[in-house]
T-cell receptor, first 110, second 111 residues
Framework: RKEVEQDPGPFNVPEGATVAFNCTYS??????FFWYRQDCRKEPKLLMS???SGNEDGRFTAQLNRASQYISLLIRDSKLSDSATYLC???????????FGTGTRLTVIP | NAGVTQTPKFQVLKTGQSMTLQCAQD?????MYWYRQDPGMGLRLIYY???????DKGEVPNGYNVSRLNKREFSLRLESAAPSQTSVYFC??????????FGPGTRLTVL
């Protein structure tokens, strides 16, 4: 079983729409959670960390549900520049490495 | 700061050839990583180095070797390339508990 599972999409949404991605993780010892963004043919870059109480960065909101072992990312007022693949990332307690989901592809349409 | 740099950006090999992918970081990070990314598979860890002088296997280490040359540099070697190693290879570095920074990637094709 994969450590991190994501719906691969693609999600095609109009500009201005609100879109949400979910991600589930299998190991209850998971300690840290992140969303990374990857543009086509580019390297992944950190979008935001996910904190237990939930956190917001502008139009982006991340939520963590430890009981159900899932993480979500909400994007409000989608922009064309939000088109990318969003990677859910988990770090296990005591581990040095990160586990990446396969990514959810978002295309924002004019 | 250049961050994480990788060379080469593109490479085409024939089956059985060998090559070394180079990675360097100028952020004074202790940990460095090599991943491969394939369609539908996501990023998979090949090897990592928690600190200078140490290396550990990741999820998919077979067919690869690594060298942590010093704190800045972490190389990945394919001794006898196979078509199954056609992929995009990313190097990354990280300070404990902080974000992981990636290099721009190497696109490798093995014919």
């Amino acid at each position: 079983r994969k450590e991190v599972e994501q719906d691969p999409g693609p999600f095609n949404v109009p500009e201005g729409a609100t879109v949400a991605f979910n991600c589930t993780y299998s190991n209850s010892a998971s300690q840290s959670f992140f969303w990374y963004r990857q543009d086509c043919r580019k390297e992944p870059k950190l979008l935001m960390s996910v904190y237990s109480s939930g956190n917001e960065d502008g139009r982006f909101t991340a939520q963590l549900n430890r009981a159900s072992q899932y993480i979500s990312l909400l994007i409000r007022d989608s922009k064309l520049s939000d088109s990318a693949t969003y990677l859910c990332v988990v770090k296990l307690q005591g581990a040095n490495n990160l586990f990446f989901g396969t990514g959810t592809r978002l295309t924002v349409i004019p | 700061n250049a961050g994480v740099t990788q060379t080469p950006k593109f490479q085409v090999l024939k089956t059985g050839q060998s090559m070394t992918l180079q990675c360097a970081q100028d952020m004074n990070h202790n940990s460095m990583y090599w991943y491969r990314q394939d369609p539908g598979m996501g990023l998979r860890l090949i090897y990592y180095s928690a600190s200078e002088g140490t290396t550990d296997k990741g999820e998919v280490p077979n067919g690869y070797n690594v060298s942590r040359l010093n704190k800045r540099e972490f190389s990945l070697r394919l001794e006898s390339a196979a078509p199954s190693q056609t992929s995009v290879y990313f190097c990354a570095s990280r300070v404990l508990y902080n974000e992981q920074f990636f290099g721009p990637g190497t696109r490798l094709t093995v014919l």
